[in-house]
T-cell receptor, first 117, second 109 residues
Framework: DTAVSQTPKYLVTQMGNDKSIKCEQN?????MYWYKQDSKKFLKIMFS???????INETVPNRFSPKSPDKAHLNLHINSLELGDSAVYFC????????????????FGPGTRLTVL | GQNIDQPTEMTATEGAIVQINCTYQ??????LFWYQQHAGEAPTFLSYNVLDGLEEKGRFSSFLSRSKGYSYLLLKELQMKDSASYLCAVRGYGQNFVFGPGTRLSVLP
């Protein structure tokens, strides 16, 4: 069974369009994240949610809006796509503060490669 | 500010030992992680250090010195499948994680 899943795996779209990426985790984790990995392979945190509440919102354009309908899902909606949004987007989850070991290891989804033309 | 440095690329021979260094300056420290990422795949967890010293896990070990803002990942008995990028990440305050640029390791026969 896939622990953290994302759809779609590939997304090719035109500039100016609006698109969504879905993420689901079946690990029972409390915390979920969205990361962006650009062409230079830098992995940067965008958002973090703990039990459906936003706890981290890095300097990300407000065209990006995360939505967490329940603690197992964290979707990412992007409005008015720009060329610079092309990247691989990774969803991740961790136990968060509930981790008894304290490591709070993150488990990553397979990534969504977004290409904006 | 937050800054994590790692060498960009390293090359080693199958069967050898390689050490990948990571230096960090972050606001707050609640642990340092190493992740492995094969090309086109997701990062996977390798190790975690929160106290100074060495953590050993099979062929992989990770060391931390908090006073020096320094960590390394040691890979022994290198195998071809170890060719990947190795990402150093620091957890700051709360659930904020900062990743380094990654070190691309090539293992040659």
């Amino acid at each position: 069974d896939t622990a953290v899943s994302q759809t779609p795996k590939y997304l090719v779209t035109q500039m100016g369009n609006d698109k969504s990426i879905k993420c689901e985790q079946n690990l029972g984790h409390d915390t979920m994240y969205w990361y962006k990995q650009d062409s230079k392979k830098f992995l940067k945190i965008m958002f973090s949610y703990n039990n459906k509440e936003l706890i981290i919102n890095e300097t990300v354009p407000n065209r990006f809006s995360p939505k967490s309908p329940d603690k197992a899902h964290l979707n990412l909606h992007i409005n008015s796509l720009e060329l610079g949004d092309s990247a691989v987007y990774f969803c991740a989850s961790s136990q968060g503060r509930a981790d008894p070991a304290g490591t709070d290891t993150q488990y990553f989804g397979p990534g969504t490669r977004l290409t904006v033309l | 500010g937050q800054n994590i440095d790692q060498p960009t690329e390293m090359t080693a021979t199958e069967g050898a030992i390689v050490q990948i260094n990571c230096t960090y300056q972050t606001s707050g420290f609640n642990g340092l992680f190493w992740y492995q990422q094969h090309a086109g795949e997701a990062p996977t967890f390798l190790s975690y250090n929160v106290l100074d010293g060495l953590e050993e896990k099979g062929r992989f070990s990770s060391f931390l010195s908090r006073s020096k803002g320094y960590s390394y990942l040691l890979l022994k008995e290198l195998q071809m499948k170890d060719s990947a990028s190795y990402l150093c990440a620091v957890r700051g305050y709360g659930q904020n994680f900062v990743f380094g640029p990654g070190t691309r390791l090539s293992v040659l026969p």
